[in-house]
């Protein structure tokens, strides 16, 4: 379900929660959100590749996973009026378990997927790596945040 537009206002800020139609989701039910905008402020959640009933596509695949997050990305900041040219700072966790001497071209073809995307110059970012994420098979997750100009899309100090 995705609710257009603020709902509630927090420090003064317009606040709306961002849960696009067709989005992935979790197994079970959950108070979660993929994201939400506050004022210029836009906090995108743990993107993964999951399908809307919550089941892994591409396991272990990190290039076909990495796009399907950054689409994903994409998605919840377009419907917060936003783009990748907004993104102030990407968090990313990836899960390699292979030999150390393959770590970096695992690493290369993650961050040439991610330049399709990305800005230049782009974000500030980290990159975490994790001996597992919520489902056996994804290997990639990416938060992010982003600040836009409120006003121009319908919020701003009230």
């Known amino acids: 379900m995705s609710v257009n537009g603020p709902f509630e206002t927090v420090a003064g ?3 709306q929660r961002l849960m696009p139609a067709g989005h992935w989701d979790w197994h079970i ?3 979660f959100s993929q994201g939400w ?4 402020l836009v906090f995108v959640g743990g993107q993964l590749a999951l399908d809307e009933q919550g089941e892994v596509i591409a396991a272990g695949d990190i290039e076909e996973q990495t796009r399907i997050v950054f ?3 994409t998605r919840i900041l377009e419907e917060a009026g936003a783009g990748w040219e907004h ?5 990313t966790f990836y899960v390699f378990d292979g030999e150390p001497t393959d770590a970096q071209e695992f690493w290369r073809k993650m ?3 991610r330049k399709e995307f990305l800005p230049d110059p782009g974000p500030c970012g980290t990159g975490v790596r994790v001996a597992g994420l919520m489902y056996d098979g994804l ?3 990416v938060e992010a945040i982003a600040v836009i100009d409120g006003a ?3 919020g701003g100090v009230a």
């Open 29 to 31: 039910p959950t108070p």
């Open 139 to 141: 290997v990639i997750e």
């Open 37 to 40: 905008r506050i004022g210029p």
């Open 87 to 91: 993104v102030v700072k990407l968090n």
């Open 152 to 154: 121009a899309v319908g």
């Open 111 to 113: 961050t040439e997927i």
């Open 13 to 15: 800020w317009d606040r």
């Open 71 to 73: 689409e994903n990305v």
